[in-house]
C-alpha cells in the first residue's frame, strides 16, 4: 500500500471514511450499519483486514464484499451471501458473545457514548425525528467494542442526548451497564466524526486525534462539542489517507452515485 499522500486531494468525508475503515481488524465479525459504517468496512475489506466477516441486521452474513448500498437489504448486499437468516438470529448471535466489532451511525452521541437514534426534543413533540434504532441498540448492547461515526455539530454532539436508543456508558459511572444486565466487556470504544477521533476513557469520550489536513484545528472541535471535552495529552494529527485508499474510496462510491443519479433522471 502507498504510504504517502501527496496531492492532499481528500475531503473530511474522505478522512472519516478512511479512519473508521481502521478501526477494523481482519479477524473481526462486524455488524455493519448501513451508509458510512458500510462504507468503511468495504474499505477495510479492500485493505488491511480481507479476511473480516461482515453481519447486517436483517440476517446477511457475507465474508465476501459487495457493492456499496442504498440500504441494508438488498439484492447486492443478499447476493453470494454466506448465510441468510433473520434479525432475531443477529441478536442471539450478538448476545452470545459471536459478533465482536459493532459499527453504527449516529444522529447524536454524547459524552458518555449514549446514542440518540429517535428524537430531538419531547419524544411526543419533537423538533426532529429519526427513523429509529433498527438493530443499532442491539450493535451497542451486545458487541465486544462498538465504533460510531457521525458528521459532528454542537447539536449532534450534546452533553446528554434527548433520548437513549443506544446505551453507551449512561452517565459515567462505573459498572452501569452491567446493573442493567448488558454483558460485561462490551460498549462503546470509538468514535470518527469528520473533524477527529476520539476514544473512551472511563467510560468519557477523549479526543485523540484531529484531521488537520481537511483544516480542522482544535477550537473548530470544542466549538462544535456540546461539553467540555477532555483532550488526551498525546492529541495527534489523524494520518492522513493513502493514494491507495482514495482509489478504493472512489471506486467504491460510483456504482451508488451512478444509481442515484439514473433514479434521480428517471423521476424528473
Not at 22 to 45: Q, S, T, W
Request: charged letters at 25%; one cysteine or more.
Amino acid at each position: 500500500m502507498t504510504q504517502e499522500n501527496t496531492t492532499s486531494n481528500f475531503t473530511a468525508n474522505d478522512q472519516m471514511i478512511v479512519a473508521a475503515a481502521h478501526l477494523i481488524r481482519n479477524e473481526d465479525a462486524a455488524y455493519v450499519g448501513v451508509g458510512l459504517p458500510m462504507f468503511a468496512a468495504l474499505l477495510a475489506k479492500r485493505t488491511h483486514a480481507p479476511d473480516c466477516t461482515f453481519v447486517i441486521e436483517n440476517g446477511i452474513m457475507r465474508t465476501q464484499g459487495f457493492e456499496l448500498p442504498g440500504g441494508t437489504d438488498t439484492l447486492g448486499t443478499q447476493y453470494y451471501a454466506d448465510k441468510l437468516a433473520g434479525l432475531s438470529y443477529i441478536s442471539y448471535l450478538g448476545q452470545s458473545g459471536f459478533i465482536n466489532l459493532g459499527f453504527i451511525g449516529a444522529g447524536q452521541i454524547d459524552r458518555f457514548g449514549n446514542v440518540n437514534d429517535t428524537a430531538i426534543g419531547d419524544y411526543y413533540n419533537p423538533v426532529h425525528r429519526w427513523p429509529g434504532s433498527g438493530g443499532a441498540n442491539d450493535v451497542m448492547s451486545f458487541c465486544d467494542r462498538t465504533c460510531v461515526i457521525l458528521n459532528q455539530s454542537k447539536r449532534r454532539f450534546p452533553e446528554k442526548v434527548d433520548f437513549v436508543t443506544c446505551p453507551g456508558y449512561f452517565d459515567g459511572k462505573p459498572g452501569r451497564r452491567e446493573e442493567v444486565g448488558i454483558r460485561p466487556g462490551t460498549g462503546p470504544v470509538a468514535v470518527v466524526s469528520d473533524l477527529g477521533c476520539y476514544e473512551f476513557e472511563d467510560g468519557e469520550m477523549v479526543l485523540k486525534t484531529i484531521h488537520t489536513a481537511c483544516g480542522v484545528t482544535l477550537d473548530k472541535v470544542k466549538e462544535e462539542t456540546g461539553w467540555d471535552l477532555k483532550i488526551s495529552p498525546d492529541l495527534k494529527d489523524t494520518p492522513i489517507p493513502t493514494e491507495e485508499e482514495l482509489a478504493i474510496v472512489r471506486d467504491t462510491s460510483a456504482p451508488l452515485l451512478a444509481r442515484l443519479r439514473r433514479t434521480d433522471m428517471e423521476t424528473k
